[in-house]
């Protein structure tokens, strides 16, 4: 099955632990990126991935980090969550610009 | 950068009736446009992809409108019914060369029987 996967599905943790997602992609895509969807709904870009290329959204914080392995993997680090952290984390991929992008089914992170 | 509106934020239709999504955007050089359907608890489904050189694109159950001079992209469900009920995202495709997707704020769609 060629798709993009999301590991875990749901997680819940304490204000100042570290949190990692995991994102992989079998689809042969060469960009993968990271969004964030907060309670309303709505979706913004933190992070894209390309040929070893990161373009980041100046408006993330820090704490936040993407740690890529190769093109098929971008994993999403966040050092010390705070309660504004809490959101839908949904990793996608796609070929440049010409192809579908494909998303993952998304980490839901609760910060308590 | 790019900005994307997106109208309205709720929709209420009942079944049979016509769904109408509007979304505006603000770089003239943008080439890539989508639709996204988001049901509860779920991932982001494509609907459409339309590129610039296409005005109207009919999928099955909707209308996708391009209007490029007045930079406006346009859902439209014809006949909603209830499995229609979910959130509605357009998105462009920011022309930097980063291949980001830029989201609209989203449209809640509600179908009732």
């Known amino acids: 099955e060629t798709a993009v996967f999301q590991t875990p599905n749901y997680h819940v943790t304490q204000v100042g632990n570290e949190v990692s997602f995991n994102c992989k992609q079998t689809?042969?895509?060469?960009?993968m990126y990271w969004y964030k969807q907060d309670s309303k709904k709505l979706l913004k870009i933190m992070f894209s991935?390309?040929?070893?290329?990161?373009?980041v959204n100046e408006t993330v914080p820090r704490r936040f980090s993407p740690q890529s392995s190769d093109k098929a993997h971008l994993n999403l680090r966040i050092k010390s969550v705070e309660p504004e952290d809490s959101a839908v984390y949904l990793c996608?991929?796609?070929?440049?610009?010409?192809?579908?992008?494909?998303f993952g089914s998304g980490t839901r992170l609760l910060v308590i | 950068g790019e900005q994307v509106e997106q109208r309205p934020p709720h929709l209420s239709v009942r079944e049979g009736d016509s769904a109408f999504i509007t979304c505006t955007y603000t770089?003239?050089?943008?080439?890539?446009f989508f639709w996204y359907k988001q049901e509860p608890g779920a991932s982001l489904q494509l609907l459409m992809k339309?590129?610039?050189?296409?005005e109207i694109n009919e999928g099955q159950g909707f209308t996708v409108l391009l209007n490029k001079k007045d930079k406006r992209l346009s859902l439209n469900l014809t006949a909603a019914h209830p499995g229609d009920s979910a959130a509605y995202f357009c998105?462009?495709?920011?022309?930097?060369?980063?291949?980001?997707?830029?989201f609209g704020s989203g449209t809640q769609l509600t179908v009732m029987p």
């Open positions: 991935y390309n040929n070893k290329q990161l373009i």
């Open positions: 996608a991929s796609s070929r440049g610009a010409n192809s579908d992008y494909t």
């Open positions: 998105a462009v495709s920011a022309s930097s060369g980063s291949w980001q997707l830029i």
């Open positions: 339309v590129f610039s050189s296409t």
């Open positions: 689809l042969g895509h060469d960009t």
């Open positions: 770089d003239p050089n943008s080439y890539y």
